[in-house]
């Protein structure tokens, strides 16, 4: 448990990042500073900084609740990415074409892509995404933190029951408000740099601690071994009976890389803040080299928890973890029922005791369907059913259960200091993404609905009073939602459904606007509307699946014909899709959704754009390239020749340093020579002919997700560490430097008027 001293170094670590962002509060001028930062940042800033977004304490919650659930066999088949991946990031996919435009925001694209109406009606639906994706932010932080500081559900003050969900919600977005409101994009992202750079150190601490902790070959890799058949953690080749997180979900992924590139973030101030298009897609390449021991850290907190819940060594230590959290649990989601027969429901959790072994001391194998978690979730189940309680009760019981596993666990392993530490280390995560995030979708409502419908421009100083009111309605709905909100499915999937209402279509939108001239707006409407509806349907039926839709089919005796037409048609799929009727559950999962609806838009969007279609469309006025270029624009690309062509293929330009060249050449060779040819390619090829034991992907996954990537850790801590503190330096020298022009304000001017 916290101690005086945990609470210390989490109290100074906050300190210290408040007042930085204080002190750059001078920096920001204008509008453009507030939204991207003056455009002035480098790489490493940039890399470092938006590094800290995507691990934030939401992403590691929801990545170990996958791996808790599916372990890591799946992700050997990522691998096979790795050449597609690494070329999209060393040609600058998308985001270099996007750099190029120079807007400020997605919507103002947009607007000059198709036309002003599309960008009112495409931003109404992608901050309607992106704000309900959003909206779980706090609930998800606010939990972890009452669970992992053991904090009580309510606190009396003044005589009066307040929430404690409620209060820490309050106080951690009342924290990232204050940093935007210092600066926006310039406070936001010096911040998110200085809470990657003090992060890196305390990743490597607890990366230390549990390989001390605990015994690689002599306790985790037999816990990860220990799975059912077709269920395997460890055996790529024995994952057919996985669900949700599964090689179905792994192909959807490939589909959307290409689709979603820029994915929600291409609303961030990140996606405009570089110096230059080249010095964006340098940030994104060194986002290979970046991750080295948070990436560790996430794979060994997973192995950690497993372990430390599922191996006997620990059977005392786990009981009573699990114990423990289902009392809390129950407490938080069946506050409402009678208090009583909840009592007597906790008592029941401490007097179960899980069977981890057989008879003879042999583990027994576990599974999705049979493990110790099942057995106390079950416990809930039957209790909701014998007292007739709300059925919605049981999945959200377990949803809750799964995501604060983590927590659970973490605060009776991590000793004094190192529980600071890591505390000091999520709430980084949180306030980094919650101070993104909330910028982001603030941003749309006012640069992408409100002034595009008033058509006239703010002045300056009202300009960023609209900014600061916009995004603090996102952190008061988001507030409300999170206070009200029944999440019913996993963090992951949540943010498919709701991400499909943008990336269902708008993805398709985007990538064909950037890349073709033949796309014009009757595509983008019918891509967009088609993403749109399949979202938002697929998102009630999920919320109305167990409390109305399936008792009314079972009422009027149809749900039986309905669940053999569900697996009828899922069946050509199986095991990988598998539509089977659930009582608590809608079958078909939001990762399938959010395929059906991708795959719909894209052909909805070139058949309309063909059927609408004039002229082309003139790239190279929206990428300032020909006729149009400037001073400011892309160097013309070099003649190809035998001698450059591979280096041309691999994105490596005239704009390119030796350092530069140095990188490219580097992250080539770690993904596509290490990562897919000898991790993955040559490992299959020997799997042909000689089939590996679990033993042997014991030791594979030791080196390929330990070892290894350790050594490059250690090189990619000090390495950054320089790179960053270096680049904070250069932002400050060139924000101070800057002259601030208030035209540059996001709007779009008649010249790229297509209506």
Known sequence: MMTWIDFLLVAVALAAVLYVGFKSRKYM?????FLAAGRVAGRYVMAISTGEVMIGLISLVAVIESYYLCGFAVNFWYNV????????????????????TRVLTMGQFL?????????????????????????????????????????PHTVSVGGVTVSVYALTMAVALAISLSIIFMGGQVSIMVTDCLQGLMSYPIYALIVGFIIWRFSLQGEMVPTLANRAAGESFLNPYETYRLRDFNLFFLFVGVVSMFVNRMGMGSSSGYSAAAKSPHEQKMGMLLGTWRDGFSAIMMVLLTVACLTYLNHPDFSREARE???????????DVLKHENPEEVRALRERFYAVTPQLTDEAGNLLPLSQSRNPDQLYTRLVTEQITQAHWNPKNAQKFRTVYSQMLLPSALKHMLPVGLLGLFCAMMVFMMVSTDTT?????????????????????LDPRRHLLGLRLCIAAVAVFAFFFSLLFEQMDYIMMFFQITGAIWLGGGGTVIVFGLYSRFGNTAGAYASLLTGVVMAILGFTLQQTWPGYICPWLESHGLAEGVGA??????KPFHPYVVWAMDKEKFPINSREILFLAIVLSILNYIIASLIAYRRPYNLDRLLHRGDYADANSAPRAGVWTWKNVFSKLIGITEEYTRGDRILAWSVFCWNVVYRFGIVFLAVVIWNVFQPWSNQAWGVYFCWTQVYVVGIVAVVSTVWFIWG????????????AARED???????????????
């Open 29 to 33: 001028h204008g509008v453009s500073d």
């Open 81 to 100: 990415l790795m050449p597609i991946s690494t070329l999209m990031a060393l040609t600058g996919y998308c985001f270099y074409r996007y750099r190029e």
């Open 111 to 151: 607007e000059m892509r198709y036309s002003r109406n599309f960008r009112f009606v495409a931003s109404a639906f992608q901050a309607l995404s992106g704000i309900l994706n959003y909206a779980i932010f706090p609930a998800v932080g606010a939990r972890f933190f009452i669970y992992f500081m053991d904090l």
């Open 321 to 331: 973890v699990r114990a423990e959290l289902c009392g809390k649990v129950a407490l």
């Open 437 to 457: 995030y909330m910028h982001s979708w603030g941003a749309v409502l006012l640069q992408d609905l409100y002034l595009p419908w008033r058509k006239k421009q």
């Open 565 to 570: 037409f569900l697996e009828a048609v899922s």
């Open 724 to 735: 960053g503190t270096r680049d904070i330096r250069r932002l400050f020298r060139d924000l």
């Open 741 to 755: 022009n208030p035209d540059d304000n996001g709007q779009v001017s008649d010249r790229f008027s297509q209506e």
